[in-house]
C-alpha cells in the first residue's frame, strides 16, 4: 500500500511528503542541501561537476545548444537534460526526482514545483512564446489569419485545453470572439505539430519556437490575436541541487545576452 | 504435442469434480504458495488503491458530466464496432492459419500476432502511414472516394480493431486446432460444400472459443489508448475514449482522472466476470 500513498491529491500533503523524499535525498548525497543555501557559490570561478536541468519540450533546441557553449566555457562541467512536457516534468521534482534547475513552458507548471516549495528563491522569466499557426508547407490553403482556420474544409488540430499551449490557443480564440472546431485536441504542442508534417492536418496552433524548429516541414503564420496569450516561461533554481554552484551559473548563461541570443534565434521573444 | 490435449481433458475433469483416478495429494507447498499471493497483492493493489483514492463525494458529480458519458459511450460503441469488424475478418484468418497448409504460415502467424507485442503507438503510427490522407493506401481513399479516416469515429475502430484483433485470432485458432476436422470431413462426404461444413459444422464446434476471444479482444479494444490517440486524434463525442480521457484529465484533475479509471475498470470487470463463466470455460 506504501506506493500508493505517494500519489497526493492535496498540495499540502504533497508538500510534506515531497520534503521528506528530500530530505531522504539530502541525507544521502554528501554536498546536500546545505550548499544551494550559501547564496555566494555563483560567483565562484571555478565550476565542476554534473548540472541536471529539467526543461520543457519547446526549449530543447536551443538548451542543447546553451549546454554544449556551458562545457566548453566551463571544462569540468556536464550538463544533462530531461526535457519533456511541463506537467509532468513538475511532478517528478515534487516526486522527489534529483534536478538542480527546473525550466517551466508556463507559470502554472512551475506554481506547481514553488508551491510544493521545492524551488530556492523565486522564479525568473527568461522567454516568452508566442503562439502561430503551423500550415502546410507553401500554406496552400492560403491561411492568413486565425479566422481563415475556421473555414469548414479545413482540418485544423489544437492542443487540449489541458496543456498549456492548448489553453494559450483558447485564450487568443476567445479574445477574438472566434468559434473553431478542430478535428483533435491533442496531447501536446509536438503531437499537434506533428500531424501538420505529416499532412493529416491542415493547419494547427502552435508555439513560434516549435514552427521554427520544425524547419521547412511547415510554414509558419502570425496572427495578431496571439499577442492576447503570450506564454512566460519560468525558470528556477531547486531547493536540492546538488550542484548549485553551477545550476546558478547555467541560469546566468541562460539569461545573458548570449542566451538570450540562441533563444530568440529559436523563435523564442525576449521576457 | 499429442498431450496438452489428454492433459487439459483430465484437468477439466478435476475441475468439474469428476471421478479421478489418483488421488492428487492436497496442500500448496509454500516455495509455490509465498510467490504466488505476491504475484495476486501485485496485480490486485494498485486495483485497490484506485478504489482507496477514488473521491467517492464528488463521485456522482463526476460521473453525471455528459462528458464523461460522451466518452463512455463512444468506447462502448467502437469496442464493440471493433470486436464485430474482427469477427468478419478474423475468423476466416483463424479459418486460414489452422486448416490451411501453405508455405509460409509460421511466418504470416508471427505477423498476425505482431500486434500484440507491438507497443500500441507503434501501431498508431503505423497505421497512419498506411490509411492517413498521406499514407500510402489512405492517399487513394482520399483521391478517388474523399475518405479520411484518422480524425473519425471510424478512425477509432480501426486502431482498436489493429489492437485487438490478434486476440480473437489466437483464440478461434487455437480452438480449431483442438477441434477434430473429422467431422468437416464427414460433412463433406455427405455432400455438404466446405463453406456449407465450416457453417454448419465448424462454427458451432468452436463457438465457446469464438466468444472467448470475441471477449478478449473487446476489452482490449476498450482499454486501447497508443494506437486510438496516434491514428485517430483527440475529439469529444467523435474520437475521445475513456483511456484517453483518463488521460487528458489527469493533466489538470486528478480526481476526474480517477473518477474516470473506476468507470473503465468497473465495466471491464463486469463483462470479462459476467462472460467467462459462461463461455470461456472450453477455452
Known amino acids: ?271 | 504435442m499429442t498431450s496438452p490435449t489428454a492433459k487439459s481433458r483430465e484437468t477439466a475433469g478435476t475441475l468439474r469434480g469428476g471421478p479421478r483416478r489418483r488421488r492428487v495429494r492436497t496442500g500448496v507447498p509454500l516455495p509455490l504458495l509465498l510467490p504466488a499471493l505476491i504475484g495476486l497483492a501485485f496485480l490486485i493493489v494498485p486495483l485497490i488503491a484506485l478504489l482507496v483514492r477514488t473521491p467517492w463525494h464528488s463521485l456522482p458529480e463526476q460521473l453525471t458530466s455528459p462528458d464523461v458519458w460522451q466518452a463512455l459511450r463512444l468506447s462502448l460503441l467502437c469496442a464493440t464496432a471493433a470486436t464485430a469488424a474482427s469477427l468478419v475478418i478474423g475468423v476466416p484468418l483463424a479459418w486460414l492459419l489452422a486448416r490451411v497448409d501453405f508455405p509460409g504460415r509460421g511466418l504470416v502467424r508471427a505477423l498476425v500476432t505482431l500486434p500484440l507485442v507491438l507497443p500500441p503507438v507503434v501501431g498508431g503510427v503505423a497505421l497512419l502511414m498506411a490509411l492517413g490522407r498521406n499514407g500510402i493506401v489512405g492517399q487513394w481513399l482520399d483521391s478517388w472516394f474523399g475518405i479520411t479516416l484518422p480524425f473519425t469515429t471510424a478512425g477509432v475502430v480501426i486502431a482498436e480493431a489493429f489492437v485487438a484483433m490478434p486476440f480473437l485470432v489466437i483464440s478461434v485458432e487455437g480452438t480449431l486446432r483442438a477441434a477434430d476436422p473429422r467431422y468437416e470431413e464427414a460433412a463433406a462426404t455427405l455432400g455438404a460444400s466446405r463453406f456449407t461444413a465450416f457453417r454448419r459444422v465448424t462454427l458451432p464446434l468452436i463457438a465457446p472459443g469464438i466468444a472467448a476471444g470475441a471477449v478478449l479482444a473487446w476489452a482490449r479494444a476498450l482499454g486501447e489508448f497508443g494506437a486510438t490517440i496516434t491514428f485517430a486524434g483527440n475529439f469529444p463525442g467523435r474520437t475521445q475514449t475513456m483511456p484517453l480521457a483518463v488521460y487528458l484529465a489527469l493533466q489538470s484533475d486528478p480526481e476526474a482522472a480517477i473518477a474516470l479509471s473506476l468507470v473503465l475498470l468497473a465495466v471491464s470487470v463486469a463483462v470479462l466476470a459476467g462472460l467467462r463463466d459462461r463461455w470461456m470455460r472450453a477455452g
Open chain 1, 1 to 271: 500500500m506504501t506506493p500508493t500513498v505517494r500519489r497526493n491529491r492535496r498540495p499540502l500533503q504533497g508538500a510534506a511528503v515531497a520534503a521528506a523524499a528530500l530530505l531522504a535525498l539530502g541525507a544521502c548525497s554528501s554536498s546536500g542541501a546545505d550548499s544551494s543555501a550559501k547564496p555566494d557559490s555563483s560567483g565562484s570561478g571555478k565550476l565542476s561537476g554534473e548540472v541536471t536541468v529539467f526543461a520543457a519540450a519547446s526549449l530543447k533546441e536551443s538548451f542543447t545548444t546553451l549546454g554544449e557553449r556551458f562545457e566548453k566555457e566551463h571544462p569540468g562541467t556536464k550538463v544533462t537534460f530531461s526535457f519533456g512536457g511541463s506537467d509532468s516534468l513538475a511532478a517528478s521534482i515534487t516526486g522527489g526526482a534529483p534536478a538542480d534547475v527546473f525550466a517551466s513552458a508556463s507559470p502554472k507548471t512551475m506554481k506547481i514545483v514553488t508551491d510544493a516549495e521545492d524551488a530556492s528563491g523565486p522564479p525568473v522569466t527568461f522567454v516568452r512564446n508566442k503562439l502561430e499557426i503551423a500550415t502546410l508547407p507553401g500554406n496552400p490553403h492560403h491561411v492568413s489569419s486565425l479566422e481563415d482556420l475556421t473555414a469548414p474544409d479545413l482540418k485544423v488540430v489544437l492542443c487540449d485545453k489541458e496543456v498549456p499551449c492548448g489553453a494559450a490557443a483558447h485564450k487568443a480564440l476567445d479574445a477574438s470572439g472566434l468559434k473553431l472546431t478542430p478535428v483533435s485536441y491533442e496531447q501536446d504542442v509536438k503531437a499537434a505539430l506533428t500531424k501538420v508534417e505529416l499532412k493529416e492536418a491542415d493547419a494547427a496552433v502552435v508555439y513560434k519556437s516549435d514552427v521554427h524548429a520544425a524547419g521547412d516541414k511547415v510554414a509558419g503564420v502570425e496572427f495578431p490575436e496571439s499577442a492576447d496569450a503570450v506564454n512566460d516561461y519560468p525558470i528556477a533554481l531547486l531547493k536540492d541541487a546538488r550542484n548549485a554552484g553551477a545550476a546558478k551559473a547555467f541560469i546566468a548563461l541562460v539569461r545573458s545576452a548570449e542566451g538570450q541570443k540562441v533563444l530568440s534565434g529559436a523563435g523564442f521573444l525576449k521576457p
